[in-house]
């Protein structure tokens, strides 16, 4: 039980710091700290999911209805977040972005192509390929990401 304890105190943590560099960003920025701000990082932090502005918006309003967010907000404060890298985003071309909070442990993404849904996937020797095929070519790596595009089983059985 203590570990259930420890994982939640850990996760407190974890998102109290992220939210303290929020605040220090917004003003670096000369930005106000509102809670429509907040709870824009909020939702971002505790969804597992990919999310359009539009979607994250909705989650919002229903979460919070009474909390007047408006898209736009959304939308700077995840250019903001983007900016920043505090967020990344994956792009559909004419579809939009969806974001997903960048604290996440590295990952890549398997991208449907028929129905829009993103899953993650870690694989070892992905990644150490990566790191031969740079060092094999005197490349200094700063970051990276993989994308799959393709059609998902949900979407193939249909």
Not at 43 to 60: F, Q, R
Not at 93 to 121: R, V
Not at 131 to 148: N, V, W, Y
Request: charged letters at 30%; glycine letters at 4%; a negative charge.
């Amino acid at each position: 039980m203590s570990n259930v304890n420890t994982n939640f105190n850990d996760r407190t943590v974890e998102y109290e710091q992220l939210l303290n560099d929020f605040k220090v960003l917004l003003k670096k920025n000369n930005l106000k700290f509102t809670i429509q701000r907040e709870v824009i990082l909020e939702t971002l932090y505790n969804s597992d999911e990919h999310l359009t502005p539009e979607a994250l918006h909705h989650l919002i309003q229903d979460k919070e209805p009474d909390l007047k967010t408006g898209i736009a907000t959304v939308y700077r404060t995840l250019a903001l977040l983007e900016e920043s890298n505090v967020v990344t985003s994956l792009s559909f071309g004419a579809q939009g972005k969806k974001y997903e909070l960048g604290a996440k442990e590295h990952h890549d993404h398997l991208i449907c192509t028929e129905c829009g849904k993103i899953t993650e996937f870690v694989d070892d020797e992905i990644e150490r390929r990566q790191h031969a095929i740079t060092d094999e070519l005197g490349f200094k790596m700063s970051d990276h990401s993989m994308q799959i595009y393709g059609i998902c089983v949900e979407c193939q059985k249909n």
